[in-house]
DNA sequence: AACACTTCTTGACCATCGTCAAGAAAAATA
DNA sequence: TATTTTTCTTGACGATGGTCAAGAAGTGTT
């Protein structure tokens, strides 16, 4: 049985239970406690209804042409969304400690995904199978408001993102990314962050020292 | 009174009721239908949330500096997403029949928008207001699915833009473009398409013309 | 410490894009 | 229909960005 199976309710006799890490539990706890409160039992099941997983850095999350079945939530460390275009790859997204990442077309309509999910360095996902989640929104309703919340926070950060890309300058988008997201720059390759930005790294570098001349 | 007044719950003894037309309704119980289906009583209390405006072309619909507390829905017409940048508007997103409009980060965190909504050609909206959603929620929790639907594929259609912004050309972006909403084109005016597409009503002019060379 | 590999920077050169300005075409208005 | 206004196109030119290539800096591995 290798390292880090994933834990299948289907199968669940068949795979390795992966216990799960109170620590990590609690981050999604607080997450979770931002918006609506939960019973120790509802907390009961929610803990059945997750596993977690580590990934090594440069590791693959999910990769496309799968129909995604799950989704993950960061507890540890920092994830790239990326797609696969003729050759070489373009890094649309990155994901922290309190996201959620889910490929969502793929998801919420079961076709295959186009998106590929990597961790960029060593990072720890919990994982909710669509069948678990199923079960435990059976079970604790109430977490399709969490559900709600996390899909209307993406939408509102990627209204932003659009925004950006229409209303800034490729020396705008870094400076605003580094006000925002400055530890960015510090955790993942500035190549992953320049086809973010949507220009190639080598612009990314010479708008750096631009940046830097002008202070 | 002027003519179009919005119809507002808190002050209707004072504006003019504009009665709900039940072609448009039909519209929207129509995409309604898609995924949920409705009682004659339930739908009873969707007419009874809603009523409709007309706006001319280039009116207004929304501004920014506001606190959204309205949903749109497009019945008729066409609307654009933009924001005012030093002077010059620059245009996010076009909405045509059958899509939800809402400045969702004003709306669901009470704070001002930043985005501004105008009709590009004479349109029609229903237009729900918070407090009366609240009120048809309660009524008819199951539409809650509705909101949901939308939600998730509002930010599927916007996580595509990213992806497009990222992983290609302008001339690449005005194909797809083409392809997908070509009757765009023939709705709205070219300078919005452009910057829509992140470029130069210029630049834009000379892609079309290159691509009509290339063939 | 030596080596390999990745990442980052820099230069050269060319392609693309933005801006300004002028005029043509189309649409709205009188 | 005539006139005004808006939209679209085209040219010129400068700014920005992409690509290729070389080398420097930094990381990780043995």
Not at 7 to 12: A, K, L, S
Not at 13 to 37: C, D, F, G, H, R
Request: with cysteine.
């Amino acid at each position: 049985m290798p390292k880090n199976t994933i834990f299948n309710p289907v199968t669940r006799l068949y795979a390795t239970w992966q216990p799960y890490n109170s620590t990590k539990m609690e981050q999604l706890l607080e997450t979770i406690k931002l918006y609506i409160s939960l019973s120790p039992q509802e907390i009961q099941s929610l803990y059945e209804a997750v596993q977690q997983k580590s990934f090594g850095k440069n590791e693959l999350i999910f990769t496309e042409g799968k129909v995604a079945d799950e989704i993950y939530f960061v507890t540890k460390g920092c994830a790239r969304l990326f797609y696969e275009v003729n050759g070489n790859d373009k890094t649309a997204f990155f994901y922290t400690e309190g996201q959620f990442i889910c490929a969502g077309e793929s998801y919420t309509y079961n076709i295959p995904a186009i998106e590929n999910y990597q961790a960029v360095e060593p990072t720890e996902l919990l994982i909710f199978t669509k069948s678990a989640i199923e079960i435990l929104l059976q079970k604790v309703p109430k977490l399709e408001v969490i559900a709600r919340i996390a899909t209307e926070n993406e939408l509102i950060t990627c209204q932003k993102v659009i925004a950006s890309f229409v209303t800034k300058s490729a020396e705008e988008r870094y400076l605003d990314l580094l006000n925002t997201q400055g530890q960015l720059f510090q955790r993942v390759p500035q190549h992953y962050i320049a086809s973010f930005l949507g220009i190639s790294p080598e612009t990314l570098s010479r708008i750096k020292t631009r940046v830097l001349q002008k202070e």
